[in-house]
């Protein structure tokens, strides 16, 4: 079972590995400090806090949290000897308490007891408990065919697995449904074929050894062998230059690969499925895409149909009403809107939808910041994002020509400022969230004092982008 949000306290990376195990949305804090300010933001179902953290440094984060507030903390201990028991981590207000690795399993017991407490009804979202594990919402009949295909491969010892669909249809979700059925235990690593050079990339994927080019000061563990028995996602595969095409193909043969600069013969054993939002026939015959790894890979493809379809349109309006109750861009408004007008439910599904689900996900995320009501309305739903004008009065009829989520905030939140002469208390309670919301909004947007709407200078706010891997133990 999947939670919302999950917060993780602690420098190290193995307990935020775990939470993303049960966690839809994972966020990192150092100290405690940090997992406040993150909580407070995000409102997440549970936090999960590592064993370098004694039972005060709990008992003084649960002191300055919000009383009613129905965050579930969890103690991960480490496989050594502890210094702390868990009768003094529980006497001090955390819920559960890991006893290192050995009790990690016991995480989904305890994510599936919070989901229910939580008194979160998503059985109507998900078709089944695969497609609820990894947020795979949808009952149409291209999502359950979907969800066949996924349980089909899943159940074989077909690798490579070819997932096909167009940008922004879940293919990571998919993929990482297919792992949750085969390597439930084991890593799932992603890489975004289309984001890394084509030396960087051969490097991540097969690792290196020291002196074998310019900058190699030291021995490098690919990626496919971090891997393991669990799985190795390859996203956007078209992109992949042609001559690491080759050596990939290698690999898919002979479950073999070397190192850049070694001679070792270093065995695969995890699965690799790569994705494509292209035609990869298409590509062989434009001669971008070699046949022979085309031919590997068609094995068994699974395919998500876009949302434009009539086989997944229906969808819609059950993803609309998925992304408004998990939102999480504006938590103390989230939980006011309550749902979604017909006649806006009605436009979404006239839309095509170019961007499939990430496309409607951002429009609900959007139209949660700028609806007032409890009710999402018509005039809230921004599809055409480069001729939206949500900002216009007497005083100001320019466009705004870039309608990203990060610009709309800051504007939104600029003019609220500007309105009330800076008084973030009166600003705060016209946009609908706390004053310390505001606060770390002023702050991540570099808000001040005279800020316009629209800032020329400043250009696109920056957005911390996306890891080009993940690795997940």
């Known amino acids: 079972m999947i939670l919302r949000n999950i917060v993780t306290v602690g420098k190290g990376t193995e307990v935020h590995q775990l939470a993303r195990q049960v966690g839809r949305e994972v966020f990192s804090a150092d100290d405690l400090t940090e997992a406040l300010e993150i909580s407070r933001r995000v409102n997440p179902d549970l936090i999960l806090f590592d064993h370098r953290f004694t039972p005060?440094?709990?008992?003084?984060?649960?002191?300055t949290t919000d009383k009613n507030s129905d965050i579930h903390i969890i103690v991960v201990g480490s496989d050594g000897n502890n210094t702390y028991s868990p009768e003094q981590f529980?006497?001090?207000g955390a819920h559960y308490y890991l006893r290192g690795k050995q009790d990690h399993h016991k995480l989904s017991e305890i994510a599936n007891k919070i989901k229910s407490e939580l008194g979160e009804n998503t059985k109507d979202f998900f078709a089944d408990d695969l497609a609820a594990s990894v947020s795979m919402v949808g009952r149409s009949k291209a999502a359950l065919h979907a969800l066949k295909m996924i349980k089909l491969v899943a159940a074989s010892q077909c690798n490579p697995v070819l997932i096909v669909g167009e940008t922004g249809t879940g293919k990571e979700l998919a993929a990482k449904a297919v792992h949750n059925l085969r390597h439930p235990n084991e890593p799932f690593i992603a890489v975004n074929c289309a984001a890394l050079t084509a030396n960087l990339l051969e490097s991540e994927l097969f690792g290196h050894v020291k002196g074998s080019f310019t900058s190699a000061d030291r021995e490098k563990t690919g990626?496919?062998?971090?891997?393991?028995?669990?799985?190795?996602f390859l996203d956007e595969i078209s992109e992949m230059p042609m001559d690491l095409q080759a050596k990939l193909l290698?690999?898919?043969?002979e479950k073999t690969f070397r190192k850049v600069g070694g001679t070792e013969e270093i065995r695969c054993k995890a699965t690799i499925i790569a994705s494509t939002n292209r035609n990869l026939a298409g590509e062989v015959q434009a001669k971008r895409f070699r046949a022979d790894l085309y031919y590997r890979l068609d094995i068994c493809p699974v395919t998500i149909a876009p949302l434009r379809?009539?086989?997944?349109?229906?969808?819609?309006?059950?993803?609309?009403?998925?992304?408004?109750?998990?939102?999480t861009i504006c938590p103390e408004k989230a939980k006011n809107i309550i749902s979604i007008t017909k006649l806006a439910i009605e436009t979404l599904q006239e839309h095509d939808w170019p961007g499939n689900v990430r496309e409607l996900n951002n429009v609900i995320e959007r139209a949660v910041l700028l609806e007032s009501t409890e009710k999402i309305g018509?005039?809230?739903?921004?599809?055409?994002?480069?001729?939206?004008?949500?900002?216009?009065?007497?005083?100001?009829?320019d466009k705004i020509k870039d309608f990203s989520l990060a610009k709309a905030e800051r504007e939104l939140i600029a003019r609220a400022l500007q309105e009330t002469h800076w008084q973030k208390t009166k600003a705060a309670d016209i946009l609908g969230i706390s004053r310390a919301t505001l606060y770390a909004k002023v702050k991540q947007h570099s808000i001040?004092?005279?800020s316009s709407f629209v800032d020329q200078d400043q250009g696109e706010t920056s957005v911390p982008s996306a890891p080009e891997y993940v690795a997940v133990a």
């Open 223 to 232: 990626l496919i062998e971090l891997a393991g028995a669990g799985t190795i």
């Open 250 to 253: 290698r690999v898919l043969q």
């Open 90 to 92: 529980i006497e001090a």
């Open 56 to 63: 005060n440094c709990i008992r003084e984060f649960l002191n």
């Open 448 to 450: 001040e004092n005279g």
């Open 309 to 327: 379809t009539l086989e997944r349109r229906e969808d819609i309006p059950l993803l609309a009403e998925f992304f408004l109750k998990t939102s």
């Open 378 to 397: 018509l005039s809230s739903i921004v599809i055409d994002s480069g001729k939206a004008n949500q900002f216009s009065d007497s005083a100001r009829t």
